[in-house]
């Protein structure tokens, strides 16, 4: 008797501790549950846009009575907002799931300014922007693999985050997204630092080439010293069944990011940049370096709690015929200066705007199909946020 009684205690009480664990176990998986966050956001926006004193319609081009392609409106050379009209830019949805640890975000872009955020990517049916994982190594440290938008620079894709609606040279020139492996380190004291193996620019859905390219990024108080560096051509082309092997040199980027707030309503930004493509092409016909450098203050006003006005001036420069500006002349640059208001009614964003661009050669048409160095335009966007 005295045997069985101790045998059912022991028995009770390992089901007692299988009970005990096994709560514990469930509450544990049930804190762990409520601290992943599932996260869903994103944005819509569409403008107007015209020129005060460049082409405002197109122009079809006729020879021998067959049109054989269409002259477009007068627009400054940087990405997003150059359509004449009334027109939309994109439709942007961001999912994201996000834990203490792990978590994941999923950036889809649909619309005009979408594909041209992800132009040299598999075609205009892609509609990834970004896609990635992380990983909370530790309190100090974050990896992130996969497809994200690049750390170099002020201005990104989204008109959201971006003060003025319309893009500046250096933005729309500069690399848009990486795809690769990055690892962000929090060294305290409000330093921090990042290194990253990546893909071709840009190419973010699989490798253009062998070769890797690399960045970096060193951080304090809000200011940041950013690097790129990497081959970004082909490594061979079958010509006429011959195998041959571009002379092309790597890309490198440095740049500066960064701003001061003075007072409660003065905020001033920065960006600084210079980039160098190195050689490009093939022996026969390869041109000296290309690339370009310039710099551009971001100072912004708050009025009230509904109303901010803001300036970017750019000043920017070409080396050789990099092709951005348009004028087909080597060492091209030019002075854009933009006023934008951000009016905010709620989630919703009002930007009325004025640009005017100036360059040192003849690069815009007037409405006469003269060539002419500026132009001054005016653009009107909505942008919801949610």
Not at 219 to 239: H, M, P, S
Request: hydrophobic share 40%; aromatic share 16%; glycine share 10%.
């Amino acid at each position: 008797m005295k045997s069985f009684t101790n045998t059912s205690y022991i028995k009770n009480l390992f089901l007692l501790a299988v009970l005990i664990l096994a709560s514990s176990a469930f509450a544990q998986e049930e804190e762990e549950e409520k601290k992943m966050t599932f996260n869903f956001s994103g944005s819509v926006d569409a403008y107007y846009r015209t020129n005060f004193n460049g082409l405002n319609s197109k122009v079809p081009v006729i020879e021998n009575g067959v049109e054989i392609g269409e002259i477009e409106p007068s627009a400054p050379g940087t990405s997003f907002a150059n359509d004449h009209g009334f027109s939309i830019g994109m439709a942007n949805l961001i999912l994201g799931y996000e834990g203490e640890k792990v978590g994941f975000v999923a950036d889809l872009v649909f619309g005009p300014r979408g594909e041209d955020a992800v132009f040299n990517d598999i075609g205009s049916t892609n509609i990834v922007n970004q896609l990635y994982v992380y990983w909370n190594v530790s309190e100090k440290v974050t990896l992130t693999f996969g497809n994200f938008n690049t750390f170099l620079g002020y201005e990104v894709i989204s008109p959201v985050a971006n003060f003025n609606y319309s893009t500046s040279y250096m933005f729309s020139y500069g690399p848009f997204s990486h795809a690769g492996l990055k690892a962000d380190f929090d060294l305290g004291n409000d330093w921090s630092a990042m290194v990253a193996i990546l893909n071709q620019t840009d190419f973010t859905s699989s490798a253009r080439v062998s070769d890797f390219s690399f960045g970096a990024q060193i951080g304090y108080a809000g200011q940041y010293l950013n690097f790129l560096y990497g081959k970004q051509g082909i490594d061979k082309v079958l010509i006429d069944g011959n195998i041959v092997e571009p002379s092309i040199s790597g890309l490198f980027q440095i740049d500066y990011t960064g701003g001061f707030n003075f007072g409660e309503d003065f905020f001033l930004g920065i960006n600084a940049t210079y980039q160098d493509t190195g050689d490009v092409g093939f022996d026969e016909f390869t041109p000296d370096d290309l690339g370009f450098y310039g710099v551009a203050l971001y100072p912004q006003y708050t009025t009230s709690e509904t109303f901010t006005i803001g300036l970017r001036g750019e000043y920017f420069s070409e080396i050789g015929d990099y092709g951005a500006i348009g004028t087909g002349v080597e060492d091209s640059n030019v002075f854009a200066l933009t006023a934008t208001g951000n009016i905010q009614l709620g989630n919703l964003a009002i930007k009325p705007e004025i640009r005017f661009d100036t360059a040192s050669d003849d690069a815009f048409l007037n409405s006469d199909l003269v060539a002419q160095d500026n132009l001054s335009s005016f653009l009107l966007a909505a942008v919801y946020a949610f």
